[in-house]
């Protein structure tokens, strides 16, 4: 059983930046594709960004690319999600999953946190 654990939301203003927080446990961190997925109010939850269990390999939303940036300290079991220039279309709620493989497929994922919220104010 693998445990997730998101950190780091919170309320911002537009151009601001968040890092989100992700502390795994539960089996060996490495070996799991971490990603991340937002899910707005009354929008399907979507792709943001995913990293590979040595952190060689990214994938990212392709809208996000260039704001965005993941990043995984497996000494701490810990997956991050650098946000930079938020504007009011990141505000959801921010999911972290692990997976055995690297995808943009929510299905894909086996485990799931409980999700932090990020609002951003315009």
């Known amino acids: 059983q693998v445990q997730l654990v998101e950190s780091g939301g919170g309320l911002v203003q537009a151009g601001d930046s968040l890092r989100l927080s992700c502390a795994a446990s539960?089996?060996?961190?490495?070996?799991?594709?971490m990603g991340w997925f937002r899910q707005a109010s009354g929008k399907e939850r979507e792709f943001v960004s995913a990293?590979?269990?040595?952190?060689?390999?990214?994938r990212y939303a392709g809208s996000l690319k260039g704001r965005f940036t993941i990043s995984r300290d497996n000494a701490k079991n810990t997956v991050y999600l650098q946000m930079n220039s938020l504007n009011f279309d990141d505000t959801a709620v921010y999911y972290c999953?692990?997976?055995?493989?690297?995808?943009?497929?929510?299905?894909?994922?086996?485990?799931w946190g409980q999700g932090t919220q990020v609002t951003v104010s315009s």
């Open positions: 539960g089996r060996t961190f490495s070996g799991d594709v």
């Open positions: 990293i590979s269990g040595g952190g060689s390999s990214n």
């Open positions: 999953a692990a997976a055995k493989s690297l995808s943009t497929i929510a299905t894909m994922y086996d485990y």
